[in-house]
C-alpha cells in the first residue's frame, strides 16, 4: 500500500511538474510576442506628445464577436449566419414652421415668410413613419422644437418625445456663465435649420445611428431595416455622385448668396480637405450654431461633413492597416528596407515604376441577402459597400464604379506611381517612418492612396484581407477572449488639419519600456479589424423625390400622381421617400393649402398612438 501511495505521488508530482512547465512557456511565449523587436528604434513614436484617448464601441462592434468580425471582413462571407438582429435607430425630426419671427426683428420678409408656413406636415411625417417602417426597426421619434408643443400631441408618451433647443444648443465655453447667457439670449431659439443640425452631436438621447427628417419629409408604402442600416454594413448613405461640391473659403455671410445651401456645403468640403466631428470642427460648429437665421454667419453643413468625415475615416483605416499594421511587421513605427521590399511585393511590383489599375470585379452574389435575411433592404440598391475599397478614383470621376459587373473590356482606371508615392530612403537611410509613409499617401498625394486601394481590393473576389496583417497566435487568443477593448482605441489622432494628425503603430502608448495594460489585447489584425468596423457603410440608392408646390393647377397634378404610389400594381410603384417643399405663390395660397392638407389626411387618415384623440 505504501509503494502504491509513493508511486501515485510521484505521477502527481510530474503532471504538476509538466504543467509548471507547461505554463511557463506560455508566459515566456507571451511575453516574447508582446517585446521582441527586430531593432533597437522601436520607442521612435512612443514618447510622442499626441495623446490617445478611449472611444465609445459602436453597436455593431460590441454585438458582433471578434471571430464574425474578422470572418466576415476578411472574407467578405459568415460561415456561421449572425446571430444578433440590426438594432434600432431613432427618428429625428426638426420642426420649426411655428417660430415665426417678428417682423420687428428684421428677419421676416416675403421672400421667406414661406419658410414658416404651417399646413400640418409634421403629423403626417410621424404618421408615414408608423405606416412604412417596421416597428422592431424604431427605437425611439424625437421632435426637435423650440417651444410650442403642436395642439394635437398627447401630453406625454412613450416612444415619443420633444427636444427644446434650449436643451439642445450648448455654448462653446461652459465656464463663462455671463457670455453663456448672453449667447443664448440672442441666438436661441434658432432659425436656421444649418444650426440645429450643427448641434446633433449634443443629442444624448440617441445612438449609433439615426434617421434625420423634415417636417416636410414623407415615407410612402413599405421599407426594412436593412434600408437604412444595418450592423453588418453600417449606416446607408444616398449621395449624388454627378453633383460636384468644389472648396468655398469665401465667407459670403450676410449676402444674399449665403442664403441657400451651396456656401455650406463648398465651406464644409474646404473643411473636408483641410483634414478630412463635433470636437475636431468645435470653433465651426459654434459659429454655425450663432447664426439664428439662414446667412447671418459662415456656416457649415453637418449632414454633408459627418457623410464625408465618417467615408474619409474608413478610407485611412484601411490604409493605416496595410501600412502601418501589416507592411511595418513589428509595428514599431520604422519600416526597414526588408520590410518596404515585402510591401512592394504585395503590391505586385516587378521592375515597373508605374503600375497600371484595372477596375476590379467583386461580385455580391447574394451577400447583402444572406448576412441580413430578415433584415434585407426591400426598397434599396446596395451600390457600393464600403469593403470595396474608396469610392472615388480620380479627381473627375462624376459616377459611382460599380465592382459588381465584369467589364467586357478591361478598364483602367488609375495608374500608381510608385517613386511618386513611395519615394525609396536616402541610401544613409536604414529605415522609413511608417507614419511619413501614411501620410504621403493618404493626404499629400491622395491619389496614391486612392489607387492603391483599388489594387489591393482588387487581389480578391471578397472581403479585405489583403489590407490586414498576418493571423498570429496572439490572434487566436484574442478571438477566444473576444475582448471588445481594441474597440476603444482610435488609429490617429484627432485634428482638423491633415499635417497636424498623428498616426498610431500600437492601440496603446506605452509610457515606458515595463507598461503594459494587458497581454493578451494587444493583437494588430484585431485591431485593423475593429477599426475599420467602426467606419463601415454603404453608398445607396432608394427611390426618392423632390417636390415643389407652387400653383394650383402644378400642385393638384403633383398630388394626383403621388396618391397613384400608394398603390403597388405589378411591382412598378416601389416604396417612396418623398420631400413636398411649400413654395406656394401667394395668389394660390389658401386653395393650395386646402388641397394639401386634404390629400394629407387621404394619405394617411389614421391616428397615431401619440395623437390626441378628436
Known amino acids: 500500500m505504501e509503494d502504491g501511495h509513493k508511486e501515485r505521488s510521484k505521477a502527481k508530482s510530474k503532471m504538476k511538474n509538466s504543467w509548471s512547465t507547461f505554463i511557463t512557456s506560455i508566459l515566456v511565449l507571451i511575453y516574447f510576442l508582446n517585446h521582441h523587436h527586430h531593432h533597437s528604434n522601436h520607442h521612435h513614436h512612443l514618447n510622442r ?53 417678428r417682423e420687428d426683428q428684421g428677419i421676416l420678409t416675403a421672400a421667406t415668410q414661406y419658410l414658416y408656413r404651417e399646413h400640418d406636415e409634421l403629423r403626417f411625417s410621424l404618421r408615414s413613419s408608423l405606416i412604412s417602417l417596421p416597428p422592431q426597426f424604431i427605437r425611439s421619434r424625437q421632435i426637435i422644437t423650440s417651444s410650442t408643443r403642436p395642439h394635437w400631441l398627447a401630453s406625454s408618451h412613450p416612444t415619443l418625445s420633444f427636444i427644446l433647443h434650449s436643451h439642445l444648443f450648448k455654448f462653446i465655453d461652459h465656464s463663462k456663465i455671463l457670455l453663456s447667457y448672453q449667447w443664448f439670449k440672442h441666438y436661441v431659439p ?19 445611428n439615426f434617421l434625420y427628417l423634415n417636417d416636410d419629409c414623407f415615407f410612402i408604402n413599405k421599407f426594412s431595416q436593412g434600408d437604412f442600416s ?12 454627378d453633383l460636384k461640391v468644389e472648396d468655398d473659403q469665401i465667407n459670403r455671410s450676410g449676402s444674399l448668396a449665403s442664403r441657400g445651401e451651396w456656401p455650406s456645403l463648398g465651406y464644409s468640403n474646404y473643411l473636408l480637405s483641410q483634414r478630412f466631428v463635433s470636437e475636431i470642427w468645435r470653433e465651426e460648429i459654434f459659429i454655425t450654431a450663432s447664426s439664428r437665421v439662414r446667412g447671418q454667419r459662415r456656416e457649415l453643413n453637418m449632414m454633408y461633413l459627418s457623410t464625408w468625415y465618417h467615408i474619409e475615416k474608413h478610407r485611412e483605416a484601411m490604409l493605416h492597416s496595410f501600412i502601418m499594421l501589416q507592411s511595418d511587421q513589428n509595428q514599431d513605427g520604422m519600416m526597414t528596407r526588408k520590410e518596404r521590399e515585402g510591401m512592394m511585393k504585395r503590391i505586385g511590383t516587378g521592375d515597373e515604376e508605374v503600375i497600371e489599375v484595372y477596375k476590379p470585379f467583386r461580385p455580391r452574389r447574394g451577400i447583402v441577402e444572406d448576412g441580413l435575411r430578415d433584415s434585407a433592404p426591400l426598397e434599396t440598391d446596395y451600390e457600393w459597400i464600403s469593403s470595396d475599397g474608396y469610392p472615388l478614383i480620380g479627381p473627375n ?37 511608417t507614419e511619413k ?44 477572449l473576444d475582448s471588445n477593448i481594441l474597440a476603444t482605441r482610435p488609429f490617429s489622432s484627432f485634428n482638423k488639419l491633415a499635417h497636424g494628425l498623428c498616426f498610431f503603430e500600437k492601440p496603446f502608448i506605452r509610457s515606458s519600456r515595463f507598461h503594459k495594460p494587458t497581454l493578451f489585447t494587444h493583437d494588430p489584425r484585431f485591431w485593423a479589424i ?34 397613384q404610389k400608394f398603390t403597388k400594381k405589378d411591382g412598378f410603384n ?41
Open 574 to 614: 416601389r416604396a417612396l421617400l418623398v420631400t413636398i417643399n411649400d413654395r406656394i405663390f401667394t395668389p394660390h395660397l389658401a386653395h393650395v393649402h386646402r388641397l394639401f392638407v386634404a390629400w394629407l389626411n387621404q394619405s394617411w387618415p389614421f391616428p397615431a398612438p401619440w395623437e390626441n384623440n378628436p
Open 230 to 241: 444595418s450592423e453588418l454594413f453600417g449606416p446607408v448613405f444616398r449621395i449624388q455622385f
Open 530 to 563: 475593429r477599426n475599420i468596423q467602426r467606419y463601415q457603410y454603404v453608398l445607396g440608392n432608394t427611390p426618392s423625390r423632390f417636390d415643389v408646390l407652387t400653383t394650383l393647377p402644378s400642385s393638384r397634378k403633383l398630388l394626383t400622381f403621388l396618391s
Open 190 to 208: 434658432s432659425l436656421n435649420s444649418l444650426a440645429i443640425e450643427s448641434q446633433f452631436g449634443h443629442l444624448s438621447t440617441i445612438h449609433d
Open 437 to 480: 509613409i501614411l501620410g504621403r499617401i493618404a493626404h499629400e498625394k491622395p491619389e496614391c492612396g486612392d489607387c492603391l486601394l483599388a489594387l489591393l481590393i482588387g487581389q480578391q473576389s471578397t472581403g479585405i484581407e489583403s489590407l490586414l496583417p498576418p493571423r498570429t497566435f496572439r490572434t487566436s487568443i484574442a478571438e477566444w
Open 49 to 101: 506628445s499626441s495623446k490617445q484617448r478611449a472611444i465609445k464601441p459602436t453597436s455593431a462592434q460590441l454585438s458582433i464577436s471578434n471571430r464574425l468580425s474578422q470572418e466576415w471582413l476578411s472574407t467578405g462571407r459568415l460561415v456561421s449566419p449572425l446571430s444578433t438582429p440590426s438594432q434600432p435607430i431613432d427618428l429625428v425630426w426638426t420642426w420649426a414652421n411655428h417660430s415665426k419671427p
Open 397 to 433: 470621376m462624376k459616377e459611382l464604379l460599380d465592382y459588381r459587373h465584369q467589364e467586357i473590356v478591361p478598364r483602367i482606371i488609375c495608374r500608381l506611381n510608385l517613386t511618386h508615392c513611395f519615394p525609396p530612403p536616402l541610401s544613409t537611410e536604414t529605415f522609413s517612418s
